[in-house]
């Protein structure tokens, strides 16, 4: 493994703090969660910053801070829709 690239691990790890911190919970789909994972990781490689993967980095850097993960658009994306755009961030289910 090459020196300084992201693993989807530490992705991993700081999103889980992230959720649990902030009262959401991640994708329990495995699979589609480390698409997302790896999409971030990806992103922190290429371009310096944790940037959601579902989200276009424009070279703006203004508007580009908007989309670094945790974005400023999931809360909103996870109160009315149940899950942020990337589908990482999920709506806790009720526990009864």
């Known amino acids: 493994m090459s ?3 992201t693993k989807k691990e530490d992705v991993h790890a700081w999103t889980t703090k992230y959720a649990d911190k902030a009262g959401y919970m ?10 997302v994972l790896e999409g971030i990781a ?3 490689d ?3 910053k944790n940037y959601c993967p579902c989200r276009i980095v ?5 508007e580009d801070k908007k989309i670094i993960c945790p974005c400023i658009y999931h809360k909103d994306e996870i ?14 289910e009720d526990e009864d």
């Open 79 to 92: 109160e009315t829709d149940g899950s942020c755009h990337c589908d990482l961030f999920f709506k806790k």
């Open 3 to 5: 020196e300084g690239k």
């Open 46 to 48: 290429t371009h310096g």
């Open 26 to 35: 991640l994708n329990p789909d495995e699979e589609m969660r480390d698409l």
């Open 58 to 62: 424009t070279g703006d850097e203004l």
């Open 42 to 44: 990806k992103n922190k």
